[in-house]
């Protein structure tokens, strides 16, 4: 957008030979013939003076670029999310896994008491293998576990960039504190770098809307050449040097151009109303997330419940 205000420079050259082609020579008074070379070269510079165009376009493009730079702190906003959510599914992974090593070693336990009261004659050979066969499905429970395990250790290892050794710890949760929804739904307007981001595209384009119809407005350049000319039978060289003002004023294009601005503010207007939904979002998301969170508290307390029963 900004190489529409600055100047262009631009240098060209080229040779001509020519052969065969009949000269008169006046020392003797003889037509003779002989080759005709004719190099030339051209520079030529040109700069635009005023181009009302150039400054919508200009400013939409500031708009993207701070859009664009919103969009990258929502994707590190997103990874963060993302990482979270690989750490919470280790954590519930591991825990699975433990609790098929304690299932699996129980069965393990039956099975030897089972045999052990089979010799004794207190239990008939059925027991003992419906308890074998529990031990296998406990193993085969076992073995998915930990291979759940690893999946999720790979998952957040990609997430981080490194591998993912030992146990994690979990973090206390019961002191976390929440805000009222409305104070989060604030703080989420404000900060959002997506919610940011829509508004500043939104503006790109309002911005780009009103570039074709400023093509009404006249626009003011200056144009500079300087060119050599030089042949080869003349021994010598000619310069030449002219240096213009160009004033250019397209009346009518047909309707092209009212066209076109129908169309990006079309397209200004959607991007307003998208970015109006994800405003109206923020507020739904945030209480899903706030149910979600008592939800999974609630579960939380029951797993520990469930687990000092079952020990």
Do not use: C, M
């Not at 090593?101 to 069965?107: C, F, G, S």
């Not at 030449?240 to 003002?245: D, F, I, R, V, Y």
């Amino acid at each position: 957008a900004v190489a529409a205000l600055l100047p262009d420079f631009t240098i060209s050259g080229s040779y001509t030979r020519r052969d065969g082609l009949i000269r008169r020579d006046f020392g003797t008074g003889e037509n003779v013939t002989r080759p005709d070379a004719v190099r030339f070269g051209q520079a030529l510079a040109t700069l635009d003076l005023f181009n009302a165009r150039a400054f919508p376009v200009l400013g939409s493009a500031g708009k993207n670029l701070e859009a664009q730079h919103l969009e990258s702190g929502e994707l590190r906003r997103g990874l963060a999310y993302d990482v979270a959510a690989g750490f919470y599914a280790v954590l519930s992974e591991e825990l699975a896994r433990d609790a098929a090593e304690r299932r699996h070693e129980t069965a393990r336990r039956v099975v030897e008491d089972a045999r052990i009261r089979r010799e004794a004659g207190l239990a008939a050979a059925n027991d003992v293998t419906r308890s074998e066969l529990e031990l296998a499905t406990a193993r085969l429970a076992l073995t998915r576990a930990e291979s759940a395990v690893l999946d999720a250790r790979l998952g957040l290892g990609r997430l981080v960039g490194a591998p993912v050794d030992g146990r994690l710890s979990a973090p206390d949760d019961d002191s976390l504190t929440v805000s009222p929804p409305e104070s989060l739904e604030d703080e989420a307007l404000r900060t959002r770098h997506d919610l940011r981001a829509s508004v500043a595209r939104a503006e790109a384009l309002e911005k780009l809307a009103v570039e074709p119809l400023l093509g009404l407005i006249p626009s003011l350049s200056v144009r500079g050449i300087v060119d050599n000319t030089e042949e080869a039978d003349r021994g010598g060289s000619e310069n030449n040097w002219s240096l213009a003002l160009l004033l250019s004023w397209p009346l009518y294009d047909g309707g092209d151009r009212y066209g076109l601005a129908d169309q990006r503010r079309a397209r200004a207007r959607e991007a307003r109303y998208v970015s109006e939904a994800l405003k109206n979002d923020v507020g739904l998301e945030i209480r899903r997330a706030l149910n979600d969170l008592t939800t999974a508290r609630a579960a939380a307390e029951q797993a520990r419940v469930a687990a000092a029963v079952a020990e």
